[in-house]
């Protein structure tokens, strides 16, 4: 649960991207989709650390999903407008743009800043989806 936890809040903000219309998002297919997510989290600018993170999605068409990793699974709610995915968790939104759309793959960012003290904390989320067969 850890890992969902650390996964989801490190996802705040987003990013701007590609034309295409919502219709084309991932999760508008229903189905199981895996996914690794790179995390790399910066202080002042400078690289502090990157995890990566591997599991998968099952979305379904009435906009539920279950995300599973090693830590086990979570359920929740998903929508898709424009370019942008948003999973919510425990109530809680998280907004992905959807920078790349391929037909059975797709990659979402999201990034969060954050300025505590002087000291100017970055995590950025790189997302990338493929259809599981």
């Known amino acids: 649960m850890k890992q969902i936890v650390f996964f989801c809040t490190t996802l705040l903000l987003f ?19 895996d996914y690794v997510s790179t995390v790399e989290t910066y202080e002042n600018g400078s690289l502090e650390n990157t995890e990566t ?7 379904h068409k009435n906009g539920t999903f279950t995300i599973t990793d090693n830590a086990g699974p979570a359920t929740g709610t998903w929508s898709a407008s424009e370019n942008r995915v948003t999973l919510v968790i425990d109530g809680s ?10 037909k059975n793959a797709e990659t979402w960012q999201l990034n ?19 259809r599981s067969k």
């Open 53 to 59: 993170y591997r599991g998968s999605f099952i979305f």
């Open 15 to 33: 990013f701007s991207s590609c034309s295409k219309h919502p219709e084309k998002v991932l999760p508008r297919k229903d189905g199981k989709w």
């Open 93 to 102: 939104p998280i907004p992905y743009e959807v920078t790349e759309k391929k």
């Open 112 to 130: 969060h800043t954050l300025t505590v003290m002087g000291v100017h904390y970055e995590s950025r989320n790189t997302t990338r989806l493929t």
